[in-house]
């Protein structure tokens, strides 16, 4: 790395920056290599840090509006990340302006439209094809116990899943809020499983109306304990709750993320009839 580029702070899913979920934004990396990608993400510390390059040949959009972006946490780079593309859409919303934007991410081509609202950007990311699969029980049952959860804590409504929205998360239903409110797990041995299954994140949800939920994202495999705000994790969660028939074909969830760690957030969750794809939409706004 010949000259350090210019990091941005943003946090997603919020207007305060004192809530959401935080993610540096390399706008030109050209040039960083991903050892220095890695070290710039470990130095911030946050979940993850987005970085910029030329779009590949093909990827289409408007000019200067298409790009390579890739995303490092401070242990490893990971295949797609929904806060840190929100946070850098927004970011580019506001030096070129609002419309769509097109990114070329590990996983696939993943537009997002940048509008500006009450004086608050706003960026909805469109995942790529969604789907869910079962987990076995051995692999639940070392879930429940590296999160320190009996059976009973579960929500029989909502049947442990992995869902898949550009990254793999398991989905476990929490029968209360206290139960969700109460997280204290076995790091390394959550990590581990993880691992094995290729888990980005574990997403542990309570349903509190028809299409309002609460959730939070043990991330050990980011080297991080807890996820504030995971867009990754809301579109995967979109394609579970269609396929569980939890809402119909057309639908607007929101979720409510980080209220127990004092970063709360907002997602909303975007389902529409005849297109399998999930809709993720959330603010962003600059830390200084």
Known sequence: MTTKPDILRYTAFSDDPAGGNPAGVVLDASGVGDADMLAIAAGLG????????????????????????????????????GHATVATAVALGERLGPGDLVF?????????????????????LTTVEPHTEDIADADLTEALAALNWPATDLDPALPPRIAYAGARHLVLGAATRERLADLAYDFPRLEALMRRLDLTTVQLVWRASEFVFHVRDPFPVGGVVEDPAT?????????YAREQGLVGEDATLTLHQGEDMGRPGVLTVGLRAGDRRIRVTGTATRIV
């Open 231 to 239: 867009g990754a994790a809301a579109g995967a969660f979109g394609a």
């Open 46 to 81: 946050y979940s993850e840090t987005a970085f910029l390059t030329p779009p590949p040949a093909g990827l289409g959009g408007e000019p200067g509006r298409a790009f390579t972006i890739r995303y490092f946490s401070p242990k490893a780079e990971v295949p797609f990340c």
């Open 104 to 124: 070329a991410t590990p996983v696939g081509a993943v537009p997002v439209t940048v509008t500006e609202e009450g004086g608050s950007s706003r960026a909805t």
